[in-house]
């Protein structure tokens, strides 16, 4: 697990979709004056550099941020996530969650980041520091599915927590499924969303898990999970990911509204016209 390096994968379709849904239940946190708590479990080095040997090996970025920016939407929520990666994007450059939330979240704010990579620890903490960041910071450098437990339940008592893992090895699926049940049995209050990939055949072993482990989330003691997906190609045993989402536990009000109208206009944007595959925004479990 700790081989993994973003910086391979920096601005991609996962991280456009996967960072748009961040900075839209943060927003929602925003609506009210009270304080809120963001936890990032697997942060990253925090900024990622395009024009880097990782990002030019596989230039993911240009399927990916690259494409928003030449379409030049008009859709109102894909034109705050540019603007708000606008400023690092001038010097080739991709933010990833922790400074997203850095960028985002309020002075009455709390942000709490964890990272297990020992040079990962060390750029995140860098990143941080040289990035405006109005909320309280904490950095740890330390297992991100132990430091959740061990932070729950947090102050102030309402929040998001965003659970962003590499699945390097098949057990971290199941990993995931049992942090979030004993997290929920310490702040069932929490938003907790949560990446994954959407692996073909050519994954081997590797290959649906993530729709099991979806499953298994939505049968944990929980009022609601709403799952959002980009397919960015036909899921034909070609391309190992050929997409990827999020199931977001505890979904605020009307998001699922906003993603409706948003995920679509990705789709559009980061789809080519000769390539087969869908939006999807689901719920898997409502509230009653």
Same mark, same amino acid.
């Given at each position: ?95 990833? $969650?922790? !400074?997203?939330? +850095?960028?985002?979240?309020? &002075?009455? *704010?709390?942000?709490?980041? #964890? ?108 009022? $609601?999970? !709403?799952?959002? +997906?980009?397919?960015?190609? &036909?899921? *034909?045993?070609?391309?190992? #990911? ?47």
């Amino acid at each position: 697990m700790l081989s993994y390096r973003h910086s391979f994968h920096a601005g991609n379709h996962a991280d456009v979709l996967k960072h748009i849904t961040q900075m839209l239940i943060i927003n929602k946190l925003k609506l009210k004056e009270k304080p809120a708590i963001y936890i990032d479990t697997h942060s990253g080095a925090g900024l990622y550099d395009l024009q880097s040997a990782e990002a030019q090996k596989t230039k993911e970025y240009l399927s990916g941020v690259e494409c928003l920016q030449v379409a030049h939407s008009q859709h109102e929520d894909i034109r705050k996530y540019q603007q708000l990666i606008s400023e690092f994007l001038t010097q080739d450059q991709y933010p990833g $969650s922790p !400074l997203i939330a +850095a960028r985002t979240l309020r &002075e009455q *704010d709390r942000l709490i980041c #964890m990272e297990l990579h020992n040079t990962e620890i060390d750029n995140l903490r860098q990143n941080l520091s040289t990035t405006e960041c109005a909320a309280s910071l904490a950095i740890h450098h330390r297992d991100g599915y132990e430091g959740l437990l061990a932070f729950l339940p947090p102050n102030p008592a309402r929040g998001l927590v965003l659970i962003d893992p590499s699945y390097e090895v098949s057990d971290e699926y199941q990993q995931v499924t049992n942090t979030l049940e004993k997290a929920l049995n310490k702040w069932p209050i929490g938003i907790y969303a949560i990446w994954y990939p959407l692996l073909s055949s050519r994954a081997a072993k590797k290959a649906g898990l993530s729709e099991n482990m979806l499953k298994k989330i939505s049968a944990l003691d929980c009022k $609601s999970v !709403l799952n959002v +997906a980009l397919h960015v190609t &036909e899921n *034909d045993g070609e391309t190992g #990911m050929y997409g990827s989402g999020m199931v977001i536990i505890n979904a605020p009000w009307q998001l699922d509204v906003e993603l409706e109208s948003v995920v679509p206009a990705l789709f559009s944007q980061l789809v080519k016209a000769d390539l087969s595959g869908k939006a999807v925004v689901e719920w898997l479990k409502q509230a009653d």
